[in-house]
Each structure stands twice: as C-alpha cells, then as structure tokens.
C-alpha cells in the first residue's frame, strides 16, 4: 500500500530551526512535494523534489533520499506566520499525488 | 505564478438541494484538474481527476451520480454536488495541473460547504 509518515505535530520557537520529516511507501515514484496549509486555506507549493539532495529556497529547504523513502523540510528564521501544517506529498506511478494527515508547526513567541 | 480560483469560497445550502462549485485555471490551461475534500484536521482526499474533454476518474468510494465532474474546457472544471445532505459538509478543493511533464499542482482556494 501507499503510505506516509510525518509527525502530527511540533513546536519550536520564533527565529529558531526546525526540521519535519517524512518517511513515505508509494507504487512508483514521481518525485516529491512539500506544500504549506494554513488553517482554513488550501495548501500552497512550497518545493518539489525528484533527485536526492537538498534543495534550497529562502528560509525553507526541502531533502530528498529515495533509497530511503525519506524527506524533510527544513525551516529556518522561524516566523510566527509559519505556524501552519506542512504536507508531505509525494507522486506515485501514475502521478498522482499521495496525501498524508502533514505536520501541524507550532511557532511561540 | 499560476492562479488557480474556485467559486464560491464558501456556499451554506438546505438538505436535499444541489450545489455547483467551479474551479478555473487563470492564467494557463490545465489538461489535468483534481478534486479533493478535506474534513478538519484530517488530509486531503482526491475524489477524482478529471481530464479536458472526458470522462472524470472517479477514486473508490466517490459516488460519480452523486458528485457530477464537467471538465468542458482546458480552464474550467465544475464539480456539482447532488442532492447534498449534512455528511458532505466539507472544505472542497480543486487543483489543476499543466501536464504530466510540469508535476506540480497548483490548487485552487477551496469551498467551504456546509448543508443543513
């Protein structure tokens, strides 16, 4: 079956780093997604992935290992505006996208 | 960056009654449009995908008589919910995509429906 796995929640502090991490099992594999999703709002593209390695993009960093069926998101400078639930997503065989429950971030003060 | 919009943002409807969501692709045309729904807190759900021009790939356990998916043109994708009782209360969201070549989805701002 397909699956993802993230932790349902975390907490970390206003400026402080914060990394989430996805561990996935899907029926072929198409790359994968980080989106954002504010409470109330639709997700919203954060970075993609195909290859290993990291791909940098401001604050946000996002990881690839596909040996592994792992990924993370790193956030860095964290803002109280990041507080949202970050998804995990990555694209099956047939390209479709694959949709865990995500991470909901807790930024304090 | 492409804009994806759905109307209406939020719509309240009585039991029993039928309801139009659309979802356009602003600025570029998507061959490709998703239709999800998402209860709170919990992850989104693809309904079915549906194609320019044919048929919608409904997902198992989506009822295709009940949630009608008119893909009639490369910027417009309706997704009508028939006779809607309280248990389809919902946050819908559609997504559209350029091709299989360009992955990403770019999603729309989903409707917020509530049946009485």
């Known amino acids: 079956g397909q699956n993802i796995d993230q932790p349902t929640e975390m907490t970390a502090t206003e400026g402080a780093i914060v990394q989430i991490n996805c561990t996935y099992q899907t029926s072929g594999f198409n790359g994968l997604f980080w989106y954002q999703q504010h409470a109330g709002e639709a997700p919203t593209f954060l970075s993609y992935?195909?290859l290993d390695g990291l791909e940098e993009k401001g604050r946000f960093s996002s990881f690839l290992s596909r040996s592994k069926g792992y990924s993370y998101l790193l956030l860095k400078e964290l803002q109280m505006k990041d507080s949202a639930s970050y998804l995990c997503?990555?694209?099956?065989?047939?390209?479709?996208?694959?949709w865990g429950a995500g991470t909901k971030l807790i930024i304090k003060p | 960056g492409a804009v994806v919009s759905q109307h209406p943002s939020r719509v309240i409807c009585k039991s029993g009654t039928s309801v139009k969501i659309e979802c356009r692709s602003l600025d570029f045309q998507a061959t490709t449009m998703f239709w999800y729904r998402q209860f709170p807190k919990k992850s989104l759900m693809l309904m079915a995908t549906?194609?320019?021009?044919?048929?919608?790939?409904?997902e198992q356990g989506v009822e295709k008589d009940k949630f009608l998916i008119n893909h009639a043109s490369l910027t417009l994708s309706t997704l009508t919910v028939t006779s809607a009782h309280p248990e389809d209360s919902s946050f819908y969201i559609c997504?559209?995509?350029?091709?299989?070549?360009?992955?990403?989805?770019?999603f729309g701002p989903g409707t917020r429906l509530t049946v009485l």
């Open positions: 549906s194609n320019e021009g044919s048929k919608a790939t409904y």
């Open positions: 997503a990555p694209m099956d065989s047939n390209y479709q996208l694959i």
């Open positions: 992935n195909v």
């Open positions: 997504s559209a995509r350029v091709s299989r070549a360009y992955n990403e989805q770019f």
